[in-house]
């Protein structure tokens, strides 16, 4: 969003034992090593990656815990635990189903936290039409965290920006001028069917579903200036009102009470907070020149890009705003990062790629998604 950002299942078969792990060097954190030996060469492949992606494994040649077995017949062993991948398969595609299925069973196993295996990131080409090579000004495309499964769901070759999913996983919301002008849109990731959910004088320049799916908050212009209102239905409530500024870029908390979003009514983007029945907003940055970008996880804490010198991805706590903010990335072309559902993780785009960063101090290095030609970005995850 320019303007605003110039101005701004499995069976477990054994109970828990005593684990083993190993601290890997240069990493910080502890692991669990990892064998992986099974017939089916993309299941192997998808099952390393995803495990390493988690930041609680780490695959090699031995390990405390084996991954043994054929299609049908795939058992994770070791540290007092036993996990059997749940269905066979019969193809690459239905291998990498059920190894990230395997992947998230052993996280929540043996780390006891959240996989993110299955869950899928949603996100903006605007590279060029790989038959054509005509630059797009955005399609929308989805894919794994490992970077498999790629699909393009539009091919409008129309202004396409926005895209957030919906609590059910399946439908996300953006915004298109497919028609002509700026829309607010809905469709089904599965079958592609999709509605005209909203229109507007003006351009809508930032959505966002809240957590139940029943409403959208969105900064629309058909009154003025850019506002942040609240859609549900027919019906539409504006909670902001600042006549020399523009408003941005907002996000939901957990509890569908608040909603974080950014404006530049102190000049500089910096990123507010707003009580969605009383309407009292707060501030909640000041440090850097800009704020933006924010993105609010399930554990309550916001992450966020801000500029220090360069754009760095942070970590905040917004009861205390950015007095408490921990910089998790490195300084570089940092935008739109989005939370998994482990709280550990995010997902943002950098030197037109996808990245998975572990928040963790002592964490894994940035992982790319996958290598393609194009620019990809505006990553949302699915929550």
């Given amino acids: 969003m320019k303007s605003i950002v110039a101005i701004c299942s499995l069976v477990l078969l054994a109970t ?3 684990a083993t792990v190993v601290d890997v060097s240069g990493i910080g954190n502890k692991k669990y090593t990892v064998q992986v030996s099974v017939s089916h060469p993309m299941f192997a492949r998808c099952l390393q990656k995803n495990l390493e992606l988690s930041g609680l494994f780490v695959v090699g040649s031995s390990g405390s815990i084996k991954v043994t077995g054929a299609p049908g017949a795939i058992r994770a062993e070791g540290a007092g635990k036993s996990l059997d991948a749940p269905t066979p398969f019969a193809d690459d595609k239905s291998a990498r189903f059920v190894a990230r299925q395997l992947a998230n069973a052993m996280c929540e196993a043996y780390g006891r936290q959240k996989g993110f295996a299955l869950d899928k990131i949603v996100f903006l080409n605007r590279g060029k039409q790989p038959a054509k090579g005509v630059a797009v000004p955005g399609e929308i495309c989805v894919c794994y965290p490992d970077g498999y499964d790629i699909r393009q769901l539009t091919s409008d070759a129309k202004m396409t920006v926005f895209p957030r999913w919906k609590n059910d996983g399946e439908s996300i919301f953006y915004i298109s001028d497919r028609n002509g002008a ?8 599965a079958t592609g069917v999709r509605n005209r959910r909203w229109s507007f004088r003006g351009t809508p320049a930032g959505i966002a579903v809240s957590p139940d ?3 959208v908050a969105a ?5 003025g200036n850019p506002e942040l209102y609240i859609l549900q239905g027919d019906r539409y409530v504006r909670l902001t009102n600042t006549p020399n500024a523009s408003e941005g870029q907002p996000v939901w908390s957990p509890d569908g009470r608040q909603i974080a979003y950014v404006s530049n009514e102190t000049r500089y983007p910096q990123i507010y907070v707003i009580d969605v029945a009383t309407r009292q907003k707060r501030r909640l940055t000041s440090r850097g020149s800009q704020n933006v970008d924010p993105d609010w996880g399930r554990d309550g804490r916001i992450v966020y890009i801000t500029r220090r010198g360069g754009a760095q991805v942070a970590v905040m706590n917004p009861a205390s705003g950015d007095a408490s903010a921990q910089l998790v990335s490195d300084v570089s072309h940092w ?4 939370w998994a559902r482990d709280n550990r993780h995010v997902v943002a785009n950098r030197d037109k790629a996808l990245f998975v960063l572990d928040t963790l101090e002592g964490g894994d290095k940035p992982r790319q998604v996958f ?3 194009g620019n990809w970005i505006s990553p949302c995850w699915v929550k």
């Fill in 182 to 189: 700026p829309q607010i849109w809905e469709m089904n990731t």
């Fill in 335 to 338: 935008e739109h990062p989005s």
């Fill in 213 to 215: 799916g029943s409403r």
């Fill in 371 to 373: 290598h393609a030609d």
């Fill in 16 to 18: 828990a034992g005593a």
């Fill in 219 to 223: 900064i629309l212009s058909f009154q």
